[in-house]
């Protein structure tokens, strides 16, 4: 009776281990089915053509997206300028002032960003930027994509800053280092690997963002680098062609997902890479 | 008599309603080693945070009575200044996990921003990792990370990292607690040297330690200075009744 109770346990334990392992497993099988179905429809329109060459108007072959390549690469250059200063202020204050009214108003703030949908931003960009502005223009995509940056920045900065210990802080004001140096010139150093891992992570989140550009950013045909009009990107080149009846261009869009994906990937990538590698051991 | 570098008078110190130092008064001799010595929660640390003004980074901590560097009263100097002049060396060693041994022993002088010219900076560095003992172990490796080192590297390497602002007096927090018998050796041979170039403020639970190594030797009890004498004195024939109760090890 004793021996088949344990048995009986022993064979739950094993029921349950396996369970586990399995849906672990079919959590990863989406991200493969993507790539691999990005890469089997995109691979063949990749080449060198592809990513250098400007769209050619519809009706003539070939052509490509290096003006979706060069607008991601400026539209999240300059959300990063937009985001970057204000998020890292604002985690730092929060790690700084555990309590407080104000700490805890900003918390709440930066936490209820996060659950904001995209389009919605999108459309507040709009009313902030284009219609003071009259016009589409890649700024006013930066502001909406840099306020959806703002709460990933914010968070890992905070995060990352909570866990320096407090020794450090103290050896630093102990030799008679103001409190602004002390949080600049060793706290920060001690967290960079946290903070620009929760940057990168904000960019790849942003990168693939279509909804706050289509009223923003706007998209276009021609090579621009001036942030005051419209600018394309790849997710609104995806968007823009996918929903096209041609078929050429149904497969220049699966060939920019793919540029994209890798994009994205290699982010992540390498913000795993620089929290591993610039970790600081105290 | 010279004059005393610290005169702390009446000192009172308190965090929120709890008073933790009760009217301490005491001269701390120039080159000379002092130790404070008492029970757990005897308000040893917070006497020496309040000399550098570490306390008050603590919220709703408050401060009444004196304390005199040099005849100057340390609470009405920025404690940044003060911090500057008196120099302290933690429980747990805590050089700065980015920065390289010689970055560290400059620290003092890089994150305030004060500009020395290479040969200043090398002979700085050279002479406080010398002082501390540590140089002829690093001197071929000064620009690894002084996380590398083992613990009681990291502490002579705080020591240095003090030293090298060439302050009045140096305050060591228990500074053997969190280090092996060997390396406590080390850094107690080496406080016993460093008293000819600074005046030296040790807080330490362990009586021995402060029998070996001090000149003077103060025992609190429950925040108040009970005794303050030269240390073999205060060993050998204590004046008051619990100072030979803790030092008998009948509480403490």
Redesign the interface.
């Known amino acids: 009776m004793n021996k088949d109770g344990v048995t009986f346990r022993l064979a739950k334990d094993r029921i349950f281990k396996g369970l586990v392992i399995l849906f672990s497993f079919l959590s990863g099988i989406p991200l493969i089915i993507i790539l691999y179905y990005i890469t089997s429809k995109g691979i063949s329109s990749i080449n060198w053509d592809f990513i250098i060459n400007l769209p050619k108007p519809v009706g003539e072959i070939g052509g490509g997206i290096s003006n979706a390549i060069i607008g991601t690469l400026i539209l999240v250059l300059v959300s990063c300028i937009l985001a970057v200063p204000l998020g890292i202020s604002a985690g730092i204050y929060l790690s700084e002032t555990r309590k407080g009214k104000i700490a805890y108003v900003v918390r709440l703030c930066v936490e209820g960003l996060q659950g904001i949908p995209s389009i919605v931003i999108g459309i507040i960009a709009y009313a902030w930027v284009v219609v003071p502005m009259k016009t589409p223009s890649a700024i006013s995509g930066s502001v909406a994509l840099a306020i959806m940056m703002l709460p990933v920045i914010v968070r890992s900065t905070e995060e990352t800053l909570k866990l320096m210990?407090n020794?450090?802080r103290?050896?630093?004001?102990?030799?008679?280092?103001?409190y602004f140096?002390?949080i600049l010139?060793?706290i920060l150093?001690?967290g960079?690997s946290g903070i620009v891992t929760g940057i990168l992570l904000s960019v790849a989140r942003i990168a693939g963002e279509t909804a706050p550009l289509l009223f923003t950013a706007f998209g276009g045909n021609f090579m621009n680098a001036n942030i005051f009009k419209p600018m394309s990107s790849l997710p609104l080149l995806i968007f823009n062609y996918a929903t096209s009846p041609y078929s050429e261009l149904i497969s220049f869009a699966w060939g920019a997902s793919f540029v994209l994906a890798v994009l994205v990937l290699s982010l992540n990538i390498i913000a795993k890479l620089v929290a591993k590698k610039w970790k600081?051991?105290? | 008599m010279e004059s005393p570098v610290l005169k702390i008078e009446d000192f009172c110190a308190f965090f929120g309603a709890n008073q933790v130092l009760k009217n301490v008064s005491v001269e701390i001799t120039r080159n000379k080693v002092t130790a404070v010595m008492g029970p757990s929660g005897c308000g040893k640390t917070t006497l020496i945070r309040c000399v550098n003004r570490m306390h008050e980074l603590t919220p709703n901590a408050k401060v009444s009575g004196k304390m005199l560097l040099l005849n100057e009263d340390i609470y009405s100097i920025n404690p940044i200044v003060v911090r500057r002049k008196i120099g302290m060396v933690f429980q747990r060693p805590n050089p700065f996990p980015t920065m390289s041994i010689y970055d560290n022993v400059i620290s003092g002088y890089k994150l305030n921003g004060i500009k020395l010219n290479k040969s200043e900076q090398e002979s700085i560095v050279e002479e406080s990792l010398k002082k501390s003992g540590l140089w002829n172990e690093v001197k071929d490796s000064l620009h690894r990370k002084g996380t590398f080192l083992s613990g009681g590297q990291q502490q002579r390497l705080c020591i240095a990292r003090a030293l090298a602002m060439k302050p009045e007096i140096i305050l060591l927090d228990e500074p053997t607690s969190a280090l092996d018998p060997k390396a406590s050796n080390h850094i107690e041979e080496l406080i016993t040297e460093l008293e000819q170039y600074v005046t030296i403020l040790i807080v330490t639970h362990n009586t021995a330690q402060a029998a070996r190594i001090s000149d003077f030797t103060a025992f609190m009890y429950l925040g108040e200075l009970i005794e303050f004498g030269p240390t073999e004195k205060l060993f050998t024939v204590p004046e008051d009744k619990r100072t030979e109760e803790y030092l008998t090890g009948k509480f403490g």
């Open positions: 210990p020794s450090l103290e050896a630093s004001l102990a030799l008679g280092v103001p140096r002390t010139k060793v150093p001690a960079l600081v051991q105290f």
